[in-house]
């Protein structure tokens, strides 16, 4: 059964820096879409970062653009979401995420929608604060 494993989440200044991984266990992840989500408690879940299977187009969300940066390590079946430039307002729990197929055709124009990911993580919290 595919299990995704997140870690690296915890307190940091804000203009710190912190990395994500998201460690794939009971399948090789090569190949497969990974996104990366945020939720903060009383919020809708919501898309941050995302690589698809094709070709590792990535995808990532207007307010991380420029400061995150999504890598895929197949050697490591990890995917990393390095975050730079940390502000108070990237405080939330991440959870990386995977459908439960390949897909080929999926677009990294479309994989930050929840609804391309059925296997989850069960997060990591990142503090952001002075």
């Known amino acids: 059964q595919a299990q995704l494993v997140e870690s690296g989440g915890g307190l940091v200044q804000p203009g710190g820096s912190l990395r994500l991984s998201c460690v794939a266990f009971?399948?090789?992840?090569?190949?497969?879409?990974i996104g990366w989500f945020r939720q903060v408690p009383g919020k809708e879940r919501e898309g941050v970062s995302c690589?698809?299977?094709?070709?590792?187009?990535?995808s990532y969300a207007d307010s991380v653009k420029g400061r995150f940066t999504i890598v895929r390590d197949n050697a490591k079946n990890t995917v990393y979401l390095q975050m730079n430039d940390l502000k108070p307002e990237d405080t939330a729990v991440y959870y990386c995420?995977?459908?439960?197929?390949?897909?080929?055709?999926?677009?990294?124009?479309?994989?930050?929608?929840?609804?391309?990911?059925?296997?989850w993580g069960q997060g990591t919290q990142v503090t952001v604060s002075s």
């Open positions: 690589i698809i299977g094709s070709d590792d187009s990535t």
């Open positions: 995420a995977t459908p439960d197929a390949m897909t080929p055709s999926l677009r990294a124009s479309m994989c930050l929608s929840m609804g391309v990911y059925d296997y």
């Open positions: 009971g399948f090789t992840l090569d190949y497969y879409a």
